[in-house]
């Protein structure tokens, strides 16, 4: 089945960097984009940025521009989120999440199949 | 960046009941680049309309989706037990792609 798994919880300094994994399976990996979402403690939905994972291109939230980066590798259908200069309120759930439909066309879509969330927690 | 305001913050509803969320977008969205997600305590959110007004697959025909422009509307005709969740309206026409801050429907 279509299936998005991430790695584990993280616990880290504040400055230190983390770099999340979500393993993508059930489906061609290349053909769907794949964003990144976060979720503070008890608040909302953030979006974070996206990765095309066919030829790599990126595009970020302005509030994450320098210190995210989003890659991804096609021999193991995985995409990755490094976030750096971690600060306390960067401690959430992160979540990587596929688009609806595939190929090129699908930019603009809606996120249908999503990871079950990683646990970042940044504390000294 | 579009600002999506969702009305009310807390739904108190008896199952059975209809529910009628709202999501008010800042500026008019490109054509209806607007979804609906349900996201229960602990797990990930679960998309429930696309399109402003298509039900993803597998998702009940209790729930639909309506509005254009600025305005948009989550039915859910008859509330069941497993409705009760937190609910976030979404915006993928202009980035950055932003969320609603979600409307809570709790059982009265």
């Known amino acids: 089945q279509v299936q998005l798994v991430q790695s584990g919880a993280e616990v880290k300094q504040p400055g230190a960097s983390v770099k999340i994994s979500c393993k993508a399976s059930?489906?061609?990996?290349?053909?769907?984009?794949i964003h990144w979402v976060r979720q503070a403690p008890g608040q909302g939905l953030q979006w974070m940025g996206v990765v095309d994972p066919n030829g790599g291109s990126t595009s970020y939230a302005e509030k994450f521009q320098g210190r995210v980066t989003m890659t991804r590798d096609t021999s193991t259908s995985t995409v990755y989120m490094e976030l750096s200069s971690l600060r306390s309120d960067d401690t959430a759930v992160y979540y990587c999440?596929?688009?609806?439909?595939?190929?090129?066309?699908?930019?603009?879509?809606?996120?249908?199949?999503w990871g079950q969330g990683t646990t970042l927690t940044v504390s000294s | 960046d579009i600002v999506l305001t969702q009305s009310p913050g807390t739904l108190s509803l008896s199952p059975g009941e209809r529910a009628t969320l709202s999501c008010r977008a800042s500026?008019?969205?490109?054509?209806?680049?607007l979804a609906w997600y349900q996201q229960k305590p602990g797990q990930a959110p679960r998309l429930l309309i696309y399109?402003?007004?298509s039900r993803a697959t597998g998702i009940p025909g209790r729930f639909s989706g309506s509005g254009s422009g600025t305005d948009f509307t989550l039915t859910i005709s008859r509330l069941e037990p497993e409705d009760f969740a937190v609910y976030y309206c979404q915006q993928y026409g202009s980035s950055p792609w932003t969320f609603g801050q979600g409307t809570k429907v709790e059982i009265k």
């Open positions: 500026r008019g969205l490109t054509s209806t680049y």
């Open positions: 399109d402003a007004s």
């Open positions: 999440a596929r688009v609806r439909c595939s190929g090129g066309g699908c930019y603009r879509e809606a996120m249908d199949v």
């Open positions: 059930g489906y061609t990996f290349t053909s769907y984009y």
